[in-house]
């Protein structure tokens, strides 16, 4: 049997990234607890730090059309974040360039327009053969529903740790499918 490497080059990663999930690649099993990131202001911040709480992983870009997400984000994680919901922001240049910014000025920037104070991960690669594990991580388990496409893209994680959905940024912070799906993984108060 022989491969065509140009024809496999074109497969979508999501279909390469749900291929070695299925070969068992450690990276890709197991749960959203097993990945950890750099916090925006340096130092580790891994998930397993948030066991038992739901995740709502968020890829975000400071000069997007969708940036004033930013807000609904804010009001979301002030809504929740006493019944166990975290929100993670994951600052990505993937799209369009429109996240040159360095981390400190993307944390100014989120703090001074959109009152920011859920945590931030470092700028990091979501797409691709680069992207940080989390993200392979999610598209082995959602499958393209996983794989962002572009700026607020929304990646849901239940408390034990696995994906249960995954929002296009068409799908405002406030869109009731987005806080129906949130309120199915929170306690009731």
């Known amino acids: 049997m ?4 140009k024809r496999l080059a074109r ?3 999501v279909v390469m990234m749900a291929t ?11 749960s959203a607890y097993e990945h950890e990131f ?5 130092g580790e911040l891994p998930l397993e730090a948030w066991r038992g709480k ?6 975000t870009a400071s000069l997007c059309g969708f940036t004033p997400q930013y807000d609904g984000l804010q009001r979301l994680w002030e809504s929740y974040r ?10 990505s240049n993937d799209f369009g360039g429109q996240e040159p910014g360095q981390e400190a000025e993307i944390k100014q920037f989120c703090e001074v327009n959109f009152g920011i104070d859920f945590p931030m991960t470092e700028k990091l690669a979501v797409t691709g053969p680069g992207a940080h594990p989390f993200y392979q991580w999610a598209a082995a388990q959602l499958g393209p529903e996983g794989v962002p496409r572009w700026n607020f893209h929304k990646i849901l994680v239940a408390p034990d740790g696995k994906a249960v959905a995954g929002f296009p940024a068409s799908v405002t912070p406030t869109d009731s499918r987005l806080t129906a799906a949130v309120e199915r993984l929170l306690p009731v108060p």
């Open 2 to 5: 022989s491969f065509d490497l």
């Open 11 to 13: 497969l979508p990663a």
């Open 20 to 30: 070695a999930f299925a070969a068992g690649s450690p990276a890709l099993a197991g």
């Open 38 to 42: 750099t916090a925006i202001e340096g």
């Open 54 to 59: 739901a995740l709502l992983v968020v890829n």
């Open 82 to 91: 006493d019944r166990g919901l975290v929100v993670l922001g994951v600052p």
